[in-house]
């Protein structure tokens, strides 16, 4: 499965809607630190293919759900499951930190 970028028109679809958790990556290609958390979100998404949907935004193509979504710095990587934000953390984050963040989140399905 490969990851998804998401619109306005999509989000409740791909995100609230999504049968299992999702984890909705907010960037933009000007963020260093958003070119550098790529290859740790990718690599998740290929390790937790059929557990977990992972999505794009960009903020500069979807300026409107990165208002509506609060998201005030970037990177930024929620976690929803059931259409519910379970978790959020801002700025770079390691791959053991996000693996156990998606453990949280796959553990209240």
Do not use: N
């Not at 070119?35 to 937790?48: D, G, H, K, S, T």
């Not at 990177?75 to 929803?80: A, E, G, I, W």
């Amino acid at each position: 499965m490969s990851i998804i970028h998401i619109t306005e028109e999509t989000f409740d679809s791909e995100v609230l809607q999504a049968p299992v958790p999702v984890l909705v990556d907010f960037w933009a290609e000007w963020c260093g630190p958003c070119r550098m958390l790529a290859p740790i979100v990718e690599e998740l998404a290929q390790e937790y293919v059929g557990r977990l949907r992972v999505v794009k935004i960009d903020i500069d193509e979807q300026p409107k759900l990165a208002l509506v979504h609060k998201v005030l710095s970037i990177p930024t990587v929620s976690l929803y499951v059931h259409g519910k934000e379970v978790k959020r953390l801002i700025g770079l984050r390691d791959k053991p930190e996000l693996a156990a963040a998606i453990e949280e989140a796959l553990g209240k399905v």
